[in-house]
């Protein structure tokens, strides 16, 4: 009964989530004047759309580095594969002879987009739900290409320890970047270039007939995503499975010796882990609105096994929130670093482009040396719970 | 015949600019089981102090203070990231080196502007020489001959001198070394000086032969010439200068192949096939001692 309670509890806590971010997005339609900061183009939406991004992406590489143990440092790797298959699948046929014009259009005329399209129509609420529908599927379609390779790459590599899997990881990583970079291949990956002209998330925005937004929907679609991807990830973790890789963990010899199976379970977390690191590289694509080999490097991997780091390794609520900060700080609170800025007739010193990642990393070094522990440790922010205090304070108050 | 010694020879030197590289990581894997990702920052930053103090001393005073003060940089990062971390899971460790080359990416963002920077023309080692019919660099001919000078020196300092004793013994066994009373912390720091030093020297010659250095600049030497070190068995100074030759001639091989197959890309994928196909028949490397797991 009280389990019921907290699952509902925790329902009604992402609903009012959403309210607000759907709220936020579009309080400057409904009221006119407001500050710049709540103008769609201000940065706080930009954060807002990366770091529900970066967040599953957190979280997929905490459950394999934080809950099982494995120090892989591959995701940027199977962030590329799910862009890349989300962007394939995705770019509409007559844009294909214009994206790939380099190599005389696409070898892979097919396109999720269209073939719903044909079903549901392409505009007005058809062209919705084929847009919700092939989106929906492409993004699962993403995940399973990046679980797929996770799967062929796990088993040689998944017998490596600690230090030997991070670097064997990487370097598949790397050896993935290459081939889709490899021009022979550009009529599906477009070679070196960026393939783009599939759907992002302002495409989600409802429009009227004439063009114009009604409702903006393009943060709260990654949130959704992300959501539903890290709640799925939690109830991974809490289930029996969850408690196999934990047991993993903290002592592999202990672990076999209690009967658990220690490849297969390293196997599943791997493959789990990069289903979600393809979706959360598919949303990536979404979100700059391209595709490129060039963007998933190993610095990308190493930015999101910081995050998870400052968050706390071994806790998802961690992860979300060091992302939310990670990425406000760098995209928008320390920007200001990067120019030069006067008190009063006083020009700020060491200011110019580029301090702002200087400051960041020192910052960074600082929370890895002497907070080893990052913002929650090992624990987590109970949602239920949390709502339940606050209800029962307020009758309380009655 | 020609393009062929020149790949050759420019293999040679490549894999010779690694080795350098590859003893700062072996060394400091045997001892401490870390692998120092800071490592290839500490070359890039090395290449960077040539260009900044080259530009206003001669020749002779700025190279030595170049690696006198990448010496010290490896001493700084030592004591101020890896050592109060000591006793901490392997992890944090790594998760620290990851972060000290974050760190150093950044700062030499910043400094430069993010610009590539171009070296400097060093007087001898950048004129051309003839050998066998191809026109080819001072430096590519020197790159072999000193890695082997300076590898035969630091073979005779591990296996001569007290401190190279105190370093087998450390990275035999950290804990009984301490009882014998060797202080650990002296030799690590020795280790972190020689590689460094190593480095400093690896940069003058790798980026004499490259047009500019870029902040990302030392990350791929870095991660090649680990996997040199693993290629050649972690913790063994010959097999790390072996595997990185081996790694530099293939690399250049596959950068000179018919422009028609297009597989330059491959050059840097090659090397991790490399590394993945050894973790999986040999995890000991050429010439690593294999170790085993006490329960």
Redesign the interface.
């Known amino acids: 009964m009280e389990q019921k309670k907290n699952i509902s509890r925790i329902f009604i806590g992402f609903a009012i989530l959403f309210l607000i971010v759907i709220l936020l997005e579009n309080l400057s339609s409904f009221i006119p004047g407001l500050p710049q900061v709540f103008q769609p183009t201000s940065p706080l939406f930009t954060v807002l759309k990366k770091a529900a991004v970066y967040s599953l992406v957190a979280v997929s590489m905490n459950l394999l580095?934080g809950f099982t143990g494995l120090?892989s440092l591959g995701q940027a790797g199977f962030m590329l594969l799910g862009a890349y298959t989300y962007a394939i699948l995705m770019v509409p046929s007559d844009q294909k002879e214009q994206v790939y014009y380099l190599f005389g259009g696409c070898a892979f005329n097919f396109s999720l987009l269209d073939m719903f399209g044909g079903i549901f129509g392409k505009t007005g609420v058809g062209g919705a739900i084929s847009m919700i529908i092939s989106c929906l599927i492409a993004l699962i379609l993403a995940g399973a290409v990046a679980g797929f390779f996770a799967y062929l790459i796990g088993i040689?590599?998944l017998?490596?320890k600690?230090?030997?899997l991070?670097?064997?990881t990487?370097?598949?990583a790397?050896?993935l970047?290459?081939?889709f970079?490899?021009?022979?291949l550009g009529k599906i990956t477009n070679g070196a270039n960026m393939i783009k002209g599939f759907p992002t998330f302002s495409s989600f925005n409802i429009t009227n007939a004439s063009g114009a937004t009604i409702l903006r929907l393009s943060t709260f679609v990654p949130f959704l995503v992300s959501s539903v991807c890290i709640l799925i990830i939690v109830l991974l973790i809490n289930s029996s499975y969850g408690r196999a890789f934990k047991s993993i963990r903290d002592d592999e010899?202990a672990a076999e010796a209690m009967g658990i199976s220690l490849f297969k379970h390293k196997m599943l977390s791997f493959v789990i882990s990069s289903f979600f690191a393809g979706v959360g590289g598919a949303l990536f694509a979404m979100y700059v609105a391209n595709a490129q080999a060039k963007a998933f490097t190993?610095?990308m991997t190493?930015e999101i096994?910081?995050i998870v780091?400052i968050g706390g390794?071994g806790s998802v609520s961690g992860s979300v929130i060091a992302t939310f900060l990670y990425v406000a700080c760098s995209e928008w609170w320390l920007r200001f670093l990067d120019s030069e800025q006067y008190i009063g007739g006083f020009k700020v010193p060491l200011l110019?482009?580029?301090?702002r990642?200087?400051v960041?990393?020192?910052v960074?070094?600082v929370i890895?040396?002497f907070f080893?522990q990052g913002i929650m440790g090992g624990n987590e922010i109970n949602i239920g719970a949390f709502l339940k205090k606050i209800s029962s304070k307020s009758e309380r108050k009655r | 015949m020609e393009y062929v010694i020149s790949v050759l020879l420019s293999g040679i030197s490549v894999g010779g600019q690694y080795a350098l590289i590859a003893i700062g990581y072996t060394l400091v894997y045997g001892i401490l089981r870390l692998i120092n990702f800071a490592h290839g920052d500490v070359f890039m930053v090395a290449g960077l102090l040539g260009i900044y103090l080259t530009a206003t001393m001669p020749v002779y005073v700025s190279i030595p203070l170049v690696i006198l003060i990448t010496v010290f940089l490896g001493f700084i990062i030592e004591r101020a990231a890896y050592r109060p971390l000591r006793s901490a899971p392997r992890m944090s460790v790594m998760i620290s080196a990851i972060g000290v080359s974050y760190l150093l990416q950044n700062t030499a963002t910043y400094v430069t502007g993010g610009q590539p920077m171009t070296y400097p023309v060093i007087p001898f080692l950048s004129s051309t020489v003839n050998v066998a019919g191809t026109q080819t660099k001072w430096v590519v001919i020197l790159t072999p001959i000193l890695v082997l000078v300076l590898v035969y020196a630091l073979n005779m300092l591990i296996n001569k001198t007290k401190v190279g004793m105190a370093m087998r013994a450390v990275s035999k066994d950290f804990e009984t070394s301490r009882l014998m009373g060797i202080r650990i912390n002296a030799i690590i720091s020795v280790t972190f000086v020689i590689g460094s030093a190593l480095a400093a020297v690896g940069s003058v010659l790798f980026f004499t032969n490259y047009p500019a250095i870029t902040p990302m600049a030392g990350a791929m030497p870095g991660l090649k010439a680990f996997v040199a070190a693993v290629f050649g068995g972690i913790g063994s100074i010959p097999g790390a200068v072996i595997g990185a030759f081996i790694i530099g001639i293939c690399e250049t091989i596959i950068k000179g192949l018919p422009s028609a197959w297009d597989v330059s890309v491959f050059s840097d994928a090659f090397t991790f096939a490399l590394l993945i196909v050894i973790l999986i028949f040999k995890p000991q490397g050429l010439f690593g001692e294999a170790a085993t797991d006490k329960v």
């Open positions: 580095n120090f040689p590599v017998r490596l600690s230090d030997y991070a670097i064997a990487l370097g598949f790397e050896i970047r290459a081939i970079q490899w021009q022979k010899i190993s610095v190493y096994l910081l780091v390794v110019r482009n580029g301090f990642m200087v960041f990393s020192v960074i070094m890895v040396l080893s």
